[in-house]
């Protein structure tokens, strides 16, 4: 089996994957906004969050947005640069995501498998990520390699024109990391949403 149809299969399984974990009944609600709420869950060693809200635009200006340079350095709260090692002809990526590290916590990066599906029918898009291992991108020492269990965001059109959003995350950071980092997963998400919608509203696509 080639690399392509190798990392195919698992994007497809991450789809899977993301679907059972929205379902999934052990999250518990961790914050709460007005049109936000994010939850957390306990998962052998993980930081899990998942988020449900709702934020301006269309799915496709969603996606549009949050790929921005802009988004990522003033509003993506953990990655800091994105980098593109190859692309597939499936909407499908193999991407490097480095974090942002700080005095107590170390940068982290991740190397995953980005894949992107659009449904026809209602306009629904989704977004999975998930770890693998490529010799194209090996380890880097100023950085401790990650695991992304997974990173999934479906981003479903309402009749006003707005985007219904769910995100859920799974990731081991690895090495020493504080606990206070750790119990921070899914708190303060409608604080994020609401800079996220406030970041978007400064962009236009007219």
Known sequence: MCIRDRYYNYALSLHKTFEDLINDSRWKQSDKGKEWTGYSM????????????????????????????????????????????????????????????????????????????????????????????????????????????????????????ETDVITISMADPKGSIPNMFKTSAGKQQSTRANLIAKGFRTVSYT
């Open 42 to 161: 306990g998962y052998e060693g993980y930081i899990c969050s998942k988020s449900v809200g709702r934020l301006p635009g269309t799915p496709i200006e969603m996606l549009a947005y949050t790929s921005t340079s802009k988004y990522i350095s003033d509003y993506n709260e953990i990655i800091k640069e994105i980098l593109i090692i190859d692309q597939y002809p499936v909407n499908m990526k193999l991407m490097r995501m480095m974090g942002k590290g700080s005095t107590f916590v170390s940068a982290r990066d991740f190397l995953v498998i980005n894949h992107i599906t659009l449904n026809g029918a209602n306009g629904t898009i989704e977004s999975v990520n998930g770890s693998v291992e490529d010799p194209r991108c090996p380890v880097d020492k100023k950085y401790v390699r990650a695991h992304m269990k997974i990173m999934g965001t479906r981003l479903i059109p309402t009749a006003a024109g």
